[in-house]
């Protein structure tokens, strides 16, 4: 039997993969806080009304896509009951209930 601690040690590849982004991350973030705080730069009005109008379009694009896969789950899921309550009814009456279920409530 291992001990516990031998299960918990970590191999080179797990450390290397937990120590690479936080290297990216922690370069990132240096980088940004220099270059904001950089004093030749300074942005006009243009720039402001564009990274205002770039962060709430990508805001709208990211929830309305998020929005739209809810919903496609949630048809997908419908649909997916449906057809699983279809083994016991009969096979000829099945096509027509699932169009008109679909018909009465997915439109």
């Known amino acids: 039997m291992s001990?516990?601690?031998?299960?918990?040690r970590l191999s080179i590849g797990h450390m290397l993969l937990l120590v690479t982004p936080y290297t990216f991350l922690l370069f990132a973030v240096v980088w940004a806080s220099m270059a904001w705080t950089s004093e030749?730069?300074?942005m006009s009005i243009h720039g402001?009304?564009?990274?205002g109008l770039g962060t709430f379009f990508s805001?709208?694009?990211g929830c309305g896509?998020?929005?739209l896969m809810f919903y496609s789950s949630r048809s997908v899921t419908i649909l997916s009951q449906l057809q699983m309550s279809d083994?016991?009814?009969?096979?000829?009456?099945?096509?027509?209930d699932?169009?008109?279920y679909i018909e009465r409530n997915l439109r």
């Open 48 to 51: 402001w009304i564009a990274l």
């Open 65 to 67: 896509l998020m929005a």
């Open 87 to 96: 083994v016991t009814r009969d096979p000829i009456s099945c096509s027509n």
């Open 98 to 100: 699932r169009s008109n």
């Open 40 to 42: 030749d730069v300074t």
């Open 3 to 8: 001990s516990a601690s031998e299960r918990q």
């Open 59 to 61: 805001l709208l694009i």
